[in-house]
């Protein structure tokens, strides 16, 4: 009988927090419970030894590039981070923070806003809403940091209740599609050589555009693989006629989705875009938070959910079904990142088309263990919260 209530309350918390609702908050009385009777009581039956409070902790740590990232603006060789930590009753939960340039991000500006939060006022991890909510009233911006904090969160929520957040929210892992591996843009002699090194484990690749080579490069990548390509231009083409004409060239070469073309600003080259357009079309920078989605309805066919813009898993779970009842598509991105926020947006694979979930691949000083990639897919390790072993 006692192990029986121990499961129904561990499956009741699964269905809640699955649910989006928050649990076990609030100063509950004591139940009045018949003589004989066990009682369903709110606190574990055994406390793990560890604080009685959370207790958030941080620390910088730059992730080291494996070979120089190149975009239509910048190139770079390491990416500013943060990696924190949410110690509760003796579980912890990761998070990170991690700021590519375009962010305006900082491991200063991180770290001022880190030590603003305040989880001890908290009695109970559970109250993801109470708690996230807090901590994005806390600034306007500040979306790494705020996903750092959301994703140690979902960590510590995830291994208390012993499942991974794939499951929590009902998605099947077999439904997890292939990742894309990022060729940045470089001599044709070092992108072939990219392109070798992965194309026998990667079912499709992910190319950067956006300069004044575009079809020496997307030829360069077609000279040593005809693996689908994914290409992102990251706002790199100024005109809309130019823009078609690519498109219906980089089709004709196997690419299979194009994400954010023109810049931000211009929406009506983009709506011009996207009714001729023979490709899907993404945003990416175009999209950052919730109230962005239904913007990008009627500009494009799809959006790139990235948990560094949008605060994390709280708020991407949201965009992700808002995009759906919108009748759009859902691609999920990273930056520059360990396994542990990698992992954490891998959990929510199984319910979009397309993922670039590669940031961990792209270093050398990962911490973690986590989502892996097998013949070209995601493969969601049956760990709880987001699936992390610390290396």
């Keep these: 009988m006692k192990q029986n209530r121990r499961d129904f309350l561990r499956i009741a918390g699964l269905a809640a927090v699955g649910a989006g609702l928050a649990i076990g908050c609030g100063t509950r009385k004591r139940q009045e419970v018949p003589e004989g009777e066990e009682p369903l009581s709110d606190e574990p039956v055994q406390q793990p030894a560890g604080p009685r409070r959370m207790k958030l902790s941080f620390y910088p740590y730059e992730l080291q590039l494996k070979h120089t990232f190149t975009v239509s603006s910048y190139s770079r060789t390491t990416t500013p981070g943060v990696q924190v930590e949410i110690a509760y009753q003796g579980f912890t939960g990761y998070g990170e923070a991690s700021m590519p340039p375009y962010l305006g991000q900082s491991v200063e500006s991180v770290t001022a806003f880190l030590q603003q939060v305040d989880l001890e006022q908290f009695a109970d991890p559970f109250c993801l809403e109470d708690i996230l909510t807090y901590v994005d009233s806390l600034s306007p911006g500040d979306t790494a940091a705020k996903a750092a904090v959301d994703i140690a969160l979902h960590d510590l929520v995830g291994k208390m209740l012993g499942a991974p957040w794939y499951r929590i929210w009902g998605y099947d892992p077999a439904k997890a599609p292939s990742t894309t591996f990022t060729i940045g843009i470089d001599t044709p002699e070092v992108m072939k050589e990219k392109?070798?090194?992965?194309?026998?484990?990667?079912?499709?690749?992910?190319?950067?555009?956006?300069?004044?080579?575009?079809?020496?490069?997307?030829?360069?990548?077609?000279?040593?693989?005809?693996?689908?390509?994914?290409?992102?231009?990251?706002?790199?083409?100024?005109?809309?006629?130019?823009?078609?004409?690519?498109?219906?060239?980089?089709?004709?070469?196997?690419?299979?989705?194009?994400?954010?073309?023109?810049?931000?600003?211009?929406?009506?080259?983009?709506?011009?875009?996207?009714?001729?357009?023979?490709?899907?079309?993404?945003?990416?920078?175009?999209?950052?938070?919730?109230?962005?989605?239904?913007?990008?309805?009627?500009?494009?066919?799809?959006?790139?959910?990235?948990?560094?813009?949008?605060?994390?898993?709280?708020?991407?779970?949201?965009?992700?079904?808002?995009?759906?009842?919108?009748?759009?598509?859902?691609?999920?991105?990273?930056?520059?990142?360990?396994?542990?926020?990698?992992?954490?947006?891998?959990?929510?694979?199984?319910?979009?088309?397309?993922?670039?979930?590669?940031?961990?691949?792209?270093?050398?000083?990962?911490?973690?263990?986590?989502?892996?990639?097998?013949?070209?897919r995601l493969a969601l390790p049956d760990l709880p919260g987001i699936g992390l072993v610390k290396c």
């Design 195 to 376: 392109t070798l090194e992965c194309a026998g484990q990667f079912n499709i690749l992910k190319v950067k555009l956006g300069t004044d080579r575009d079809k020496e490069i997307i030829e360069t990548i077609r000279s040593v693989t005809d693996l689908p390509i994914a290409v992102d231009v990251n706002q790199g083409w100024g005109d809309r006629f130019r823009a078609l004409d690519m498109i219906y060239w980089l089709k004709e070469h196997g690419v299979v989705m194009v994400e954010q073309p023109l810049a931000i600003s211009r929406y009506d080259d983009q709506a011009w875009l996207f009714e001729r357009s023979p490709l899907p079309l993404f945003a990416d920078e175009s999209v950052q938070r919730l109230p962005d989605v239904p913007r990008m309805h009627g500009l494009f066919s799809g959006i790139n959910i990235k948990l560094m813009k949008c605060t994390g898993l709280r708020e991407a779970h949201r965009m992700v079904e808002l995009a759906r009842s919108l009748g759009m598509k859902v691609m999920l991105g990273c930056m520059t990142e360990t396994s542990c926020a990698v992992s954490a947006a891998a959990q929510l694979s199984p319910a979009v088309d397309f993922a670039d979930l590669d940031g961990n691949l792209l270093i050398s000083n990962d911490l973690f263990r986590g989502v892996a990639v097998v013949d070209g």
